[in-house]
Each structure stands twice: as C-alpha cells, then as structure tokens.
C-alpha cells in the first residue's frame, strides 16, 4: 500500500481521484483549502484509509507535516480556469506560482518519490486548421492560467537531474461536472 498526498482532493477531480486510490487501498491524504466552499469528500471520509486535511498549498509547515512517509503526491490544486483568475490576479499568482512551486519545492525536499502535476491543455492557446497538438508542439499560453500552469511545468523541468523526487506533468483537457 502506498500512501499518496492528493493536494486538491476535494474539488471535482480530487475527489473521483481520492476515491479510485482508497477502493485500490492506498492510504490517501486529501489535502485542500475547501476555497469555492465545497463539502468534503462524503463517500469516503469514514473509511480507514483516508484522511481529509484542511490545508493551504501557501502554508509550508502544513504542507511539511502531511508529507512524512508519502510516496506520491498529485497536485491538482489551484485557482483554475480564466475566468477566476482573471477576477483575482493577486491570488492567482499567490497560489498558482508561489503555492505550487512551494508544494513542488516541498516534495523535493522530501525526496518524493513520484509528483504528478496536473497542468492544462490551454498551453498551447489556439491551433489554426484543426491541428492536433502533440506533447512537444509549441507552447502559446494566451490566458494568466495558462502561463502559470506553462511557468510551473517550466521550473519542473528545471529540476530534472537535480533532485530524487521523478515529476510528470499530464495536460489536461477541460474537465467539468461528473
């Protein structure tokens, strides 16, 4: 059984994430600042294998305490989309650059053994002529959102071969609802 850090776990994809590990029996931490005012996981909180932590990306020394003896951590937290982020440029640059490199730094330190980092498609902007865009085709952020997601998959990259932890960064697409 691994433990797993699911930073993020309460929102719409925290929480289908958070159950799929507990029913694989893993031991999961959802770690979330309930920020848009949800509930908590309900399906699971009883269960013997998770446990929900009431937490903000920005505060290190929580972030320190629930990574002991974690194997992998996802990090799907965040102000996401345009729209919020647009409203609250502050805050967005608080959690989506400073909060995740923190995070990010965190688990580097912690020698994680595996980091998975939910990024966007949104970086690659507009593709004329109904292109389909591969791993590799070029990055043209046009929104805040994108960029950050764009500067944090940038500062990863740049740790390669500089620490333990292994990074992998999965674009999704937009995701709503069930």
Known sequence: MKKILVVGGEGYIGQIVCNELVDKNHEVISYDNLIYGQKTN??????????FVNGDIR??????????NV???????????????????????????????????ECARYNIENVIFVSTCS?????ENDELAKEDHELNPLSSYARD?????????????KVNSFFTILRFATAFGL
């Open 42 to 51: 309900s399906q699971i909180n009883k269960r013997p294998n998770f446990r």
């Open 59 to 68: 505060d290190s020394l929580k972030i320190r305490e629930n990574l002991e």
């Open 71 to 105: 194997n992998a951590v996802i990090i799907l937290a965040g102000l996401v989309g345009d729209p919020i982020t647009k409203k609250y440029p502050g805050l967005s640059t608080e959690i989506n650059q400073k909060g995740i490199k923190n995070l990010i730094d």
């Open 123 to 127: 970086n690659y902007g507009l593709i």
């Open 149 to 161: 997601k764009v500067d944090i998959e940038k500062y990863i990259l740049s740790l390669k071969g």
